[in-house]
């Protein structure tokens, strides 16, 4: 088995591109991989706690807390959180937050990187 | 290298794809990209199929926008999410998101 | 001792959208990031503006006058400060009409050595196939 780097910069709700990341995510650790998940920019929001799971938005929350669970490590851009108003105070349990350089260690050991740049 | 392109837009505003060289070019056909799968325009497959390389498109994603496998262009593998995960280790070095 | 490789590839413009400054700042921090690797590993970041990314360097921007903000310019200065190699396709420059004056070419007046180059997109396809990591923005 290997080691799989996602870095999503795409907004929770407003694009189903995080949506991907994180079943991509769930689906590499389904297989065994070890599975880093870094989002900076507007993914950065999938960071916050107490996300309400109305069907017309995506929902992640659960399915991420689940993942976690079983060994994915997911990194928030400390600076994007912030510039946006995401505090520590504010983050979901067992999401990690560091600067972007984080992001780059991830991907010096991976052996696949997948990189969704944003909208 | 050997490369897969993720097309995630039916409409792309970068011809990034056009210009890519791979010895080995894979386009996984993911959310609005698995439009170029099966609709027509004007009675016409999408411009994109016409490129050399390995074609797939991702099962969810057509299901979701209510599109049938069994109306695929042929030469289009449908996988799902686990099927991408394997070519991302196995047939591809590097992998792009367009 | 390792090195670990990353490509860059910046296709869109700036500022309507954040990921173009994004790209820059994440390579950027290709500086810092040995606080996490053993002794001796690294990781190498190659910049890449292709398509209408090159537009993000067209020079004189006044992001910082008009929205308080840092321009993506003062980026790719920074990039050249500390050594990253900086490449912009020839043919995008000359698809728009631009030419190397119109561009950010060197970061000279903060003592910078690293300077653009301005290259056909041959040159960034083999830079694309030397390193590890692609990430496209």
């Known amino acids: ?92 349990e067992g999401f990690k937050r560091h600067s972007m350089d984080w992001y780059l260690a991830s991907a010096f050991d991976a052996d696949r990187v997948f990189h969704i740049g944003g909208e | 290298m050997k490369l897969a392109v993720f097309v995630s837009d039916l409409r792309n505003t970068v011809d990034t794809l056009d210009r890519l060289k791979a010895e080995k070019l894979g386009i996984i056909l993911v ?33 979701t926008r209510g599109l049938s496998s069994s109306n695929i262009a042929s030469g289009i593998k449908v996988v799902n999410y686990s099927d991408v995960v394997d070519l991302i280790f196995n047939n591809y070095e590097k992998s792009v998101w367009l | ?31 810092s990031v040995e606080v996490y690797l053993k002794d001796g590993d690294l990781v190498t970041a190659d910049v890449a503006f292709v398509g209408d990314g090159v537009l993000n360097c067209i020079k004189n921007q006044k992001a910082t006058e008009h929205y308080d903000i840092s321009s993506t310019e003062s980026h790719i200065k920074n990039s050249l400060l500390l050594d990253l190699n900086v490449l912009v396709c020839k043919e995008d420059l000359e698809k728009f009409g631009l030419s190397e004056n ?16 301005v290259v056909p997109f041959a040159e960034i396809n083999k830079m694309m196939e030397e390193v590890n990591h692609l990430l496209f923005f």
């Open chain 1, 1 to 92: 088995m290997g080691k799989l780097t996602i870095g999503c910069f795409s907004s929770l709700v407003g694009s189903m591109s995080l949506d991907f990341a994180v079943k991509l995510a769930g689906a590499a650790v389904d297989k065994g991989h070890k599975v880093d998940l870094w989002v900076s920019g507007n993914g950065t929001m999938l960071s916050v706690k107490g996300q309400r799971a109305f069907k017309d938005y995506s929902s992640l929350e659960k399915n991420l807390k689940e993942l976690m669970g079983k060994g994915l490590t997911v990194t928030a851009c400390e600076a994007c959180a912030e510039a946006r108003g995401y505090h520590k105070d504010g983050t979901m």
């Open chain 2, 31 to 63: 959310q609005n990209g698995v439009y170029h799968a099966v609709i027509k325009e004007k009675g016409s497959a999408s411009p994109l199929l016409k490129k050399s390389a390995d074609f797939y498109a991702l099962s969810e994603d057509l299901e």
């Open chain 3, 1 to 31: 001792m390792a090195t670990t490789k990353l490509g860059f590839i910046v296709q869109r413009p700036p500022y309507k959208t954040e990921n173009p400054k994004l790209a820059l700042t994440h390579a950027i921090s290709s500086q």
């Open chain 3, 102 to 117: 119109d561009i950010v070419m060197d970061a000279e007046e903060f003592g910078a050595d690293m300077k653009v180059k």
